[in-house]
Structures are given as structure tokens and as C-alpha cells.
């Protein structure tokens, strides 16, 4: 017995986009995220599919969905079916490999994404069951965290007093963050702080955190259509 | 108070309380999540819908699945339920919805996990079925989703919906268990009914692989989705004919999680074995992985 409250939304839900709430809506999932990691507007995308990613992704739709999820389509946008369509229209250029990514979970995809300010940026996430997931990489940084909350991911020095000076900020905001967790490279180094929180986090807070002198970067991953 | 994880404690509470099996399943969501009553009773109501299109879209002659498999089976059972049939026209309705939800989902299209996609036709199958046939109202039915989620919650908490983890007779059995309780609750039957109509639902369908062939929700989800619904309907009569189950409820849960625990990793959706082991669904998988190739 693992599991200890489930809703009844759990069972008679969710509404998504079929055939399978691993391939299909975590995958639209992953795809979401993905786009909210790029400032400006994607023009170029390059899916590496690991795994049981990498078997059968067209007859699962897995394919469709990671475009549509770059796309801003969520789980039940039936418009997931059309999304080649639809990226090509837009003129966003895709493409899907084939790759091993080594020792992870088997429903893995990296993404490899251009967009329109010349920025280049990457992320990798895995569906991890039920349409839930995982993302645990951006950039190169390794980190964890699924999408289910407000999350703010900072790229640090890791220096003694950042983790605090950020929690003092959401503290004074009111701000509740549900979970932290700090990954760094090696010690003293660059590292990253993942925070999810509560509650929403506003553009004047993310500026009050970036105006740390220590913290060298900032993203914030809105929760809401994931 | 209304916090339930076995049919024994929700019994209880109707008892104890005198309340309705689907008033206490809504009270405990309410306390659970915070939610007010109304908007849990809306959000049904949503689901609803999504079911009654996905049925709708599901019954066209010309739909087609993304891995080709299937697709227009709904329509045939429909048209054919109004001859003269073996099985009567009642379960071949609630059969032909059963695959229709199951054939839109197998073409990306918008549906209820019910607990899981690729069982997700055999509850609206059941319950909009009846829901016809009987001249029932929309509130009839939402109450009906209730009851097939208080059975489905107590699988999820004591056992698994996972294919991945206890096979298919975790989400098609799960699925014929919610559908078949709901159907009694639907007819007029008592609460205990409900139950015994789960436990031989689900008894009928313990040790069930989950088989997929070349990985793909199709084949045989789609039509164990159209059988499981008219084994719910018979499990929803046995109980309402006063047929009592030997295994309690729980006991069945229980019993459906260990048989997952001793299924081989080969029969819970690695598609390794059982359907998808056959020579046919082998050649089938080998063309799919070159035409993925060729992308
Ligand atoms: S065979 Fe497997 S994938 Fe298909 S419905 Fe059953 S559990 Fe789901």
C-alpha cells in the first residue's frame, strides 16, 4: 500500500488526449515545460527519444504530443493530432533521433531547442507514470522536479547565505515553498536551487531574487496548463 | 468523517450516517481536497460530457487509430445491436460505447482516463448506456460516476490501476469492478449489492495480462474494453438477482494485487508477452518500428 489520499478526479480523470497518459499526455507535459524554458519564440527543435520513447514514438502519438506541448498545447487539446501540421505553419522547424541517453528512466526525452533571439536551450524529462513527470535537466544542470507547482530554478555560485537570502524574499512575499532542493557540480562552484512553491510567484519577486549578487541566472516555470 | 480506503469502512458510514454511497464519496472528496460540493459536482458534470462526446465521436463508420489497428468497430456493433442478437440489445449498446471511447482514444482523441485510457471505455459504456435505456437523468448518472470512483479509489489506495504494475486486471478489471457497482447503484440496488457486483466483476477478471501488441493501447485493449463492459452488466444483474459474492470486496482487491505481484514482467506492458508475443502482433510491430524509421 503506497498510496495514501487519492482524489476521485484520479479515478474518474483526467480529460486528456489518448492512447496513453505515459506516451501521450506526459509527454504533451514535458513539452510544455520545454517551451517555458525558452524566452523567445521557437523556431527549431530537435527531439532525442530514449528508450521506450525511442520505440513506436509515432503510433503512440508520444511524437505529436512533445510538438504539441511546445506548441502550448495542453494534455486534452485535441489539436495534438494536427500538431506537425500546425508547427509547420507556424514555420518551427522539428525533428526527432533515436538516441541512448544512457542509464535513465525509459520513457526519456532530451529536447534541444533554437528560438527567435538566436538563444539556444535544452531540457530533459521523463514520463514517469499515470501522465506524471520529471524533469532533470535544463541546460546542463542537473535537477528534479515535475511541473506540478510554481517552480523557480536558479542557476548560483554556491556560496554560503544564497538559499537563505532567496527563502527570506519568498517569506516576505508570503510565499510558501513546498519543496527546495539544491544540485551542485562541485562544491563551491556553480549549482542549481529548484523551488516549488504554493503559491504564485509574480515578475518583482523573480527580479528581487535574480538581484542577488550570487545568483547568476533565473527561470521560472509556471504550473498553470501543464 | 467521511474518510473511507475499504468498502467495509464506507458500508459503515452509510449505515452510521444513513447516507447514500455517492453523498459520502462526495463528502470525503470535499474534506480531502477542500473542494466545495458544487464544484466537485460540476467538475462530474464536465467529465460527463467529455464521456457523452467521446461516445458520440467514437460511433463514426470512419474513424482510425493512430497505429491502424482499429477502427469503425463501434459503428458495426451499433448498427448490428438492432437485429435480432444473442446477447440482447442492453449490453451491446453498452458494448459498442465501451469500444467507441476506446477507438477515439486510440486516435488521439479527447477522453475520460476511467481509471486509465486504455480502459477508459467501459465506465461511460456502462453508465451512459443506462442512462438511456432506462430514461434516466443526467444527475442519475454523475451519482453513478460516484459510486464507480468509490470502487476505483479503494483499488487505487489497496492495490494498483497500473497496467505496468499489476497488469490489465489492474485497469480493465478495475474498470468492469466501477462500471458493474455503478450499474446496481444505477438500478435501484443496495449499497451492498454494489459491491458484490464489483467483487464478481473483478473476480471475473483477476489474472488478466496486460499484453499490448507492438506497445500500442489497440489491440486487445479496445474490445476487452467491450467485453469487460457486458461483464459488468451480467456481474450488476447476478447482484441485483440476490447472487452474493463468497470473497468480500477487499479480500478480491487484495487477492488482484498479489496475482500483479506474481505476474512476469513480460505480461505487465512491456508487450513481451501474451497478444503481443504472437507471430502476427510480431511482424505487426517490426513493419510499425521500420515505418518509424522512414520518419
Ligand atoms: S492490455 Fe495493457 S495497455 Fe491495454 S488496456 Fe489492458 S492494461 Fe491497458
Known amino acids: ?23 501521450t499526455a506526459g509527454a504533451a507535459k514535458i ?12 523556431v527549431e527543435v530537435d527531439f532525442y527519444l530514449h528508450g521506450s520513447f525511442a520505440q513506436t514514438y509515432k503510433g503512440h502519438g508520444t511524437a505529436k504530443a512533445l510538438l504539441g506541448g511546445i506548441l502550448g498545447m495542453s494534455p486534452c487539446d485535441e489539436r495534438i493530432r494536427d500538431s506537425y501540421k500546425i508547427a509547420a505553419e507556424q514555420g518551427i522547424r522539428f525533428s526527432f533521433h533515436q538516441v541512448d541517453l544512457g542509464d535513465v528512466h525509459p520513457n526519456t526525452v532530451k529536447i534541444v ?12 524529462g521523463s514520463s514517469v507514470g499515470g501522465g506524471k513527470i520529471l524533469i532533470t535537466n535544463i541546460d546542463g544542470m542537473e535537477m528534479e522536479f515535475t511541473a506540478e507547482y510554481p517552480t523557480i530554478i536558479n542557476k548560483h555560485l554556491d556560496k554560503p547565505g544564497t538559499v537563505a537570502k532567496v527563502s527570506s524574499i519568498l517569506a516576505r512575499y508570503d510565499i510558501n515553498i513546498a519543496f527546495l532542493k539544491v544540485f551542485r557540480q ?14 504564485k510567484v509574480t515578475p518583482e519577486i523573480l527580479e528581487e531574487i535574480q538581484a542577488i549578487p550570487t545568483i547568476k541566472q533565473i527561470m521560472f516555470i509556471d504550473a498553470n496548463g501543464i | 468523517m467521511c474518510h473511507f480506503n475499504h468498502a467495509l469502512e464506507i458500508l459503515n458510514l452509510c449505515r452510521e450516517h444513513n447516507l447514500s454511497l455517492p453523498e459520502v464519496v462526495l463528502r470525503s472528496e470535499a474534506c480531502e481536497t477542500g473542494r466545495s460540493r458544487e464544484e466537485i459536482w460540476s467538475l462530474l458534470e464536465n467529465n460527463f460530457k467529455v464521456m457523452e462526446e467521446s461516445i458520440m465521436k467514437g460511433l463514426a463508420p470512419d474513424i482510425k487509430s493512430v497505429g491502424g489497428l482499429i477502427g469503425g468497430n463501434a459503428y458495426k456493433l451499433k448498427t448490428y445491436a438492432q437485429n435480432d442478437t444473442l446477447s440482447g440489445s442492453r449490453v451491446l449498446k453498452a458494448a459498442s460505447y465501451a469500444l467507441a471511447v476506446s477507438e477515439v482514444n486510440a486516435a488521439m482523441g479527447k477522453i475520460v482516463a476511467a ?34 470512483a468509490a470502487v476505483g479509489k479503494i483499488i487505487a489506495v489497496n492495490a494498483t490501476l497500473s497496467g505496468a504494475e499489476g497488469g490489465c486486471q489492474a485497469e480493465v478489471g478495475a474498470a468492469a469492478a466501477m462500471a458493474a457497482a455503478a450499474a446496481v447503484f444505477m438500478s435501484g440496488g443496495s449499497d451492498e449489492m454494489c459491491f458484490e457486483a464489483a467483487s ?5 477478471l483477476l489474472g488478466l495480462v496486460c499484453d499490448p501488441v507492438a506497445g500500442l493501447v489497440e489491440v486487445p485493449c479496445s474490445k476487452r474494453n467491450a467485453l469487460a463492459a457486458a461483464m459488468a452488466l451480467t456481474a450488476a444483474d447476478m447482484a441485483l438477482a440476490g447472487i452474493k459474492s463468497f470473497i468480500p ?31 502476427t502482433a510480431l511482424a505487426f510491430a517490426r513493419r510499425l518500428l521500420e515505418q518509424d524509421n522512414n520518419l
Open chain 1, 113 to 124: 531547442m533554437r528560438d527567435d533571439r538566436g538563444e539556444k536551450h535544452e531540457l530533459i
Open chain 1, 31 to 42: 513539452g510544455s515545460v520545454a517551451r517555458r524554458v525558452c524566452k523567445g519564440k521557437i
Open chain 1, 1 to 23: 500500500m503506497i498510496v495514501t489520499s487519492v482524489s476521485i478526479f484520479d479515478i474518474i480523470g483526467p480529460v486528456m488526449v489518448g492512447p496513453s497518459s505515459s506516451h
Open chain 1, 186 to 199: 562541485s562544491r563551491g562552484s556553480l549549482a542549481s536551487m529548484v523551488i516549488e512553491t504554493d503559491n
Open chain 2, 200 to 204: 464478481m466483476a473483478l473476480k471475473g
Open chain 2, 249 to 279: 470486496f477487499d479480500e478480491v482487491v487484495e487477492a488482484m494485487y498479489r496475482v500483479g505481484r506474481q505476474m512476469s514482467p513480460d505480461l505487465r506492458e512491456t508487450a513481451r508477452g501474451g497478444c503481443a508475443a504472437t507471430p
Open chain 2, 115 to 148: 481509471p486509465t485510457a486504455g480502459s477508459s471505455g467501459i465506465v461511460p459504456g456502462v453508465i451512459i448506456s443506462i442512462k438511456e435505456e432506462k430514461g434516466l437523468e443526467v444527475a442519475d448518472a454523475i451519482n453513478g460516476l460516484l459510486v464507480a
